[in-house]
């Protein structure tokens, strides 16, 4: 289980190595693609689903004035960068589309993992992904369609039918196995991270792959792009972290799970509500990104008190 665990806490080293090998030899893994993306993201999410259970729901409540804050920046101060940067960078709209997108998405279950490693809150990590991701079913279409509708048609409903369709079916699926297959469960929960690790870096080395051409075309203008998003909302998630909350390992929370989307899902709600295939591109560097930058936090985190 130690290995698995290592294997695992490796994440952002598999998606790099993906994405590179994505990039020269598209093949690789591009036949990852269709339906099996729709599938493997509902896999995390109902492994994300089977670590909760009616206690979590009481933390929630019990615990709102660390929560709320939290789960409020997620949906202003990334969605607003999404929106600035897409302008500041003059991007083609498709990835500007696709920076929005990605920006207004809940917070993913590899924030939890990096959480973990840098000594936050794992609790509270767990709990803000929670509230972020049930509240997607409103605030990834609204905020997109407010953000990035006045540059294309933003299909609103579609959205909002796959979320629930690719998130919340899972997620409530995954806490009804955890209450009444408590034995079930509890075999399939330690080799659960692993798999959603391996599924999310298929997705992303699969999307970098089929856009080739689009990624080496855009470059450098794209790539920054991306990265000063997750920057910003590691830099600024920490800041009002600190400030609002006023707790080391509470703000440090709040800066992973602002800084750190749920890429898979942008990219999924990418490429089955929009016809250019470029809108899912932001989303798929997106997850390579805030998982170098999550891993870099947690190795600086882990050596401070």
């Known amino acids: ?15 790099l190595v993906a994405s590179t090998i ?20 509902g896999i995390i999410m109902l492994s994300m689903g089977m670590t909760l259970d009616v206690e979590d729901f009481r933390r929630i409540a019990k615990h709102r004035r660390l929560v709320v804050p939290g ?13 600035s940067i897409g302008y500041l960078f003059n991007l083609p709209t498709e990835f500007a589309v696709g920076l929005v997108l990605v920006a207004s ?15 936050a809150d ?8 929670t ?3 049930m509240l997607a079913v409103g605030m990834t279409p609204m905020l997109t369609a407010l953000l990035a509708g006045s540059r294309v048609d933003i299909p609103t409903t579609d959205l909002l039918l796959d979320i629930v369709q690719v998130v ?7 806490v009804s196995l955890n209450r009444y297959a408590p034995k079930v469960t509890r075999s399939i929960l330690p080799v659960a991270p692993f798999v959603a690790v391996i599924t999310i870096t298929v997705i992303v080395a699969s999307i970098i792959g089929a856009g080739k051409q689009q990624v080496l075309t855009a470059g450098l203008s794209l790539l920054f792009a991306v990265f000063t998003l997750h920057i910003g909302g590691f830099v600024l998630g920490y800041a009002a972290g600190r400030l609002i909350l006023g707790q080391e390992r509470a703000a440090r929370t709040v800066s992973i799970e602002v800084g750190m989307q749920n890429s898979g899902l942008a990219v999924v709600l990418a490429r089955q509500n929009f016809a250019s295939p470029l809108v899912a591109i932001p989303c ?6 805030h998982s170098l930058i999550g891993s870099l936090a947690a190795a600086v985190w882990r050596r401070k008190p």
């Open 22 to 41: 994505a990039l020269y030899h598209p093949p690789s893994f591009t036949w990852f693609s269709g339906t099996s993306i729709t599938v493997g993201l």
């Open 105 to 119: 998405c809940p917070g993913g279950t590899a924030s939890n993992v990096i959480s973990f490693l840098a000594k």
């Open 131 to 133: 509230v972020s991701t």
């Open 168 to 174: 919340i079916v899972p997620v409530v699926l995954g």
């Open 284 to 289: 798929a560097i997106s997850a390579v990104f």
């Open 71 to 83: 789960v409020v920046l997620q949906y202003t101060v990334m969605p607003l960068l999404g929106w």
């Open 122 to 129: 794992v609790a509270l990590s767990v709990t803000m992904t």
């Open 1 to 15: 289980m130690r290995t698995l665990a290592l294997l695992t806490a490796a994440f952002p080293v598999w998606v």
